[in-house]
């Protein structure tokens, strides 16, 4: 979906490198969220933000960290990257009050190794 | 902790045919559910949601969903399958999240339509 775009689309990096994955979108939703997506697990929700104040973490928040810098941006930070962190992580974002429509970024695949 | 199966890794259907992808869920409560479906080198989009009412939900793409208490089944089902509905299909069940609710999605399941 155009309206959420993340970049990188790929990225391979090594171990212990800091990574920062974007996601800008143009919606005009308040709620961002964090994803990534194992083969064969489904989505596992990594970080959320109802709004450029409220960050909260999710299922599977260490070894993460995140920025909500404008209402349209929120960066997914990876510290010291491991290889087990290689995965697909999505953006998501959907509008206040609304949890369960949620409009998804084409992803970013990336490899740590 | 609420959750959803879905038994099959991947489904294959000839065109025109009538495709089910099954999800099975396990919750306390009254469930919320849901079909989400990834194309290739996309993110997911939204098919439909049961919430309350009618048994049989309609959604986007011609795909409808029949939510099954006694089952505790919400199977995705479309009539006549085309080539491009070859996607990943994700089943979702809400959960609680702090002040809010979050979804927890299945493993997905492979739809392969076949010309």
């Known amino acids: 979906d155009a309206d959420v775009t993340q970049t990188p689309r790929n990225r391979i990096t090594k171990t212990g490198k800091r990574i920062m994955l974007e996601c800008s979108q143009t919606?005009?939703?308040?709620?961002m969220y964090w994803y990534r997506q194992d083969p064969g697990l489904g989505l596992q929700l990594i970080y959320y933000?109802?709004?450029?104040?409220?960050?909260n973490k999710g299922e599977i928040s260490d070894g993460y960290s995140v920025s909500r810098q404008a209402q349209a941006k929120f960066s997914l930070s990876l510290e010291s990257a491991i290889p087990n962190q290689t995965a697909l992580y999505f953006c998501?974002?959907?509008?206040?009050?609304?949890?369960?429509?949620?409009?998804f970024g084409p992803g970013t695949r990336l490899t740590v190794l | 902790a609420q959750s959803v199966a879905q038994p099959e890794d991947q489904v294959n259907v000839a065109e025109g045919n009538p495709l089910t992808v099954k999800c099975t869920y396990s919750?306390?409560?009254?469930?919320?559910l849901f079909w989400y479906v990834q194309y290739p080198n996309r993110g997911l989009q939204f098919l439909l949601k049961?919430?309350?009412?009618?048994?049989l939900v309609k959604g986007s793409y011609g795909f409808e969903a029949e939510f099954n208490k006694s089952q505790t089944s919400f199977h995705l089902k479309k009539p006549s399958a085309l080539v491009s509905d070859s996607a990943l299909y994700f089943c979702?069940?809400?959960?609680?999240?702090?002040?809010?609710?979050?979804?927890?999605f299945g493993s997905g399941t492979r739809l392969l339509v076949r010309p």
């Open positions: 998501a974002t959907s509008p206040s009050g609304v949890w369960d429509t949620q409009y």
């Open positions: 919606k005009g939703h308040d709620r």
């Open positions: 933000s109802f709004d450029v104040k409220d960050i």
């Open positions: 919750v306390s409560g009254n469930p919320y």
């Open positions: 049961y919430i309350t009412g009618d048994n």
């Open positions: 979702a069940v809400r959960d609680r999240m702090d002040s809010s609710y979050k979804l927890i």
